[in-house]
């Protein structure tokens, strides 16, 4: 971070590119291995913490992009509501306490 950069601001060698921007789009079948590859990667520091494999290492993505649902994966249950996700349960599935959320798109 250059003097006077606050964080979360681009550095200056990176401000030409212009404002960083995201879409989403529904998973596709060929997705499949990605997103789990995805997932593994996030998830695979909880298995010494818990003792196991948490949920979403052990769900079949192929099925979930089937039905056309979308997990978020992240620690920190706060930050879901800055992009839109609105908890709707919470309970214990396959021996794991789970947290349900969903977003609105447009």
Sequence with gaps: MSDGQAAGEL???CREFGPLTYSLRPAQ?????AVEACVHAAYRHCIERIGR???????YYDELIRQRQVTKMAENLAGYAKFGYVEYDRRIEAGLARVFRRKKLS
């Design 29 to 33: 079948a060929a997705d499949a291995a």
């Design 53 to 59: 494999k948490p949920g979403p290492m052990l769900d």
């Design 11 to 13: 550095p200056d060698a």
